[in-house]
Every structure is written in structure tokens, then in C-alpha cells.
């Protein structure tokens, strides 16, 4: 496998086969498409892609653009903002590691737990609601295995 996804891991990117991937201290680049890493990642963790989706879509009832968990064992949650039949650019982020996040112009600005600051060109509200989907996900898990 070409990369882990870990708790180092702030957000993943492609455009036309070619992923960036951002982590705490370093820029990634790989000529791949990133839901077939996505993939790899969730065998290596134990599922695969649909099977975690399926878990998602199963425990929040999201169908469209669903957070998943990536690993319990590490807590490692994913989610998308673009749909994954999309022809724009992919961008999935690593929930654990946003500190927050806000509004600025056309922007979301996203600070990580390091404290580094970044802006996106994405709609805050696709966001916004794909954070809280995600947060959701997390709690529901957190209740069953409680």
C-alpha cells in the first residue's frame, strides 16, 4: 500500500488521478484516485469502502456523501464534501484532527489540532453539515460500544 491514512493525516485530495495528501508536517502525492485509496485504507483497517458505507448508511441513515469510520481502534473518521460520482475535485478530511472551522468570504477556513490554518474553496454549508453528519456518526458509535 502506498499510504496510511493516520492520526498525522489532516485531508486528502484529487484531481484527474493525482491526490495530495496534507499531514501534520508534510505534503503526500500520489498518482492514484483517491476512493481506490480510500479503499486500500479500509481493508487495511479491516473493511472495505462499501462496507463502511454501508455501516454509515445503516447507523445515521446517510446516503449521499457519508462520513466514515476509516478505524475505531485509532478513531480515524473521513468525510467527503464533493459527492463521489462528482467530476470536481475530490476532498475528504480527517474529522480528529479539525479544531475548527469558519466562514471567511467564499471560503471555509479549517484549523487544525496543530493549530495550522488553511483555506478551502468550498460551500460552508456543505461543510458545515458534513461535520455535524460525521459528528453524529462518531457519537452513535461511541454509544454502542459503551
Do not use: H
Amino acid at each position: 500500500m502506498e499510504y496510511i491514512i493516520n492520526e498525522k493525516t489532516f485531508y486528502l485530495m484529487e484531481k484527474y488521478q493525482n491526490i495530495e495528501i496534507i499531514e501534520e508536517k508534510q505534503v503526500i502525492k500520489l498518482k492514484k484516485s483517491l476512493l481506490s485509496l480510500i479503499d486500500e485504507n479500509c481493508k487495511y483497517y479491516g473493511s472495505s469502502y462499501q462496507g463502511r458505507k454501508s455501516a454509515t448508511k445503516y447507523l445515521i441513515g446517510i446516503t449521499s456523501k457519508r462520513p466514515i469510520f476509516l478505524s475505531e481502534k485509532k478513531n480515524i473518521l473521513l468525510f467527503p464534501i464533493y459527492s463521489e460520482r462528482s467530476q470536481e475535485k475530490k476532498i475528504w478530511f480527517v474529522y480528529n484532527n479539525i479544531l475548527k472551522y469558519r466562514k471567511v468570504k467564499k471560503y471555509v477556513e479549517v484549523t487544525f489540532k496543530n493549530g495550522e490554518t488553511y483555506l478551502f474553496l468550498i460551500s460552508f454549508n456543505v461543510f458545515k453539515n458534513q461535520f455535524l453528519k460525521t459528528s453524529e456518526l462518531l457519537a452513535i458509535m461511541t454509544l454502542q460500544n459503551s
